[in-house]
């Protein structure tokens, strides 16, 4: 069965950094990128990172740039997203969903991680 | 980079037609994707590539793609399709790609 298994709640100060992971299940790691996508508390969706599994590339989005890290451990078949240098405002639910190669659509999501940055 | 902008919010009584737009520069010319996100719970996908509906979307949700603007259109609207509505895309950056989503669209029913 189709699966995204993502890692729980997490609550880290200003200035930490997360490590968030997602566990896909056979039929989702391999053939299809695996993207990260937070949504702030009543904000929208907003894309970071897509990781390709089978080559281990990544494109990150521009603003998430120099703080934002996507790895694969082909292994586990689970792809990892770390983020350094939290803020107030990173405070957010991150999900890893799926898309094909192509121009793709996310056709399956994983159930999302909340972060609560909070001093 | 690539933007796309989102009717913040649209109302219609139950039974009616809803419409939610999707704008951007010759988006006619990319392939966009729309999903429902209600309270809670991760997004779906509604409508594929302009106009195609996944299985089990049911046949009220269409979707067209022409010009500048990209549309949803959600027919004798229910209770339960209240939810936000996103609509997303690939863009070029150099020899890489990347994800453009809308700033999403509360759709209320009345």
């Known amino acids: 069965q189709l699966q995204l298994v993502q890692s729980g709640t997490e609550v880290k100060e200003p200035g930490a950094s997360i490590k968030v992971s997602c566990r896909a299940s056979?039929?989702?790691?391999?053939?299809?990128?695996l993207h990260w996508v937070r949504q702030a508390p009543g904000q929208g969706l907003e894309w970071m990172a897509w990781v390709n599994p089978n080559s281990g590339a990544t494109k990150n989005a521009q603003m998430f740039e120099g703080r934002l890290s996507v790895t694969r451990d082909t292994s586990t078949t689970t792809v990892f997203m770390e983020l350094s240098g939290l803020r107030y405002d990173d405070t957010a639910t991150y999900y890893c969903?799926?898309?094909?190669f192509g121009s793709g659509a996310f056709d399956f999501w994983g159930p999302g991680t909340l972060l609560n940055v909070s001093s | 980079s690539y933007v796309v902008t989102q009717p913040p919010s649209v109302s219609v009584a139950p039974g009616q037609t809803a419409t939610i737009t999707c704008e951007g520069d010759?988006?006619?010319?990319?392939?966009v994707h729309w999903y429902q996100q209600k309270p809670g719970q991760a997004p779906v996908l509604v409508i594929s590539?302009?106009?195609d509906r996944p299985s089990g979307i049911p046949t009220r949700f269409s979707g067209s793609n022409s010009g500048n603007t990209a549309t949803v259109t959600i027919s004798r609207v229910e209770a339960g399709d209240e939810a936000d509505y996103y609509c997303q895309l690939w863009e070029n950056s150099g020899a890489q790609r990347y994800v453009v989503f809308g700033g999403g669209t509360r759709l209320t029913v009345l």
């Open positions: 056979g039929r989702a790691f391999s053939g299809y990128y």
């Open positions: 590539y302009d106009s």
């Open positions: 969903a799926r898309t094909d």
């Open positions: 010759n988006i006619g010319r990319k392939s």
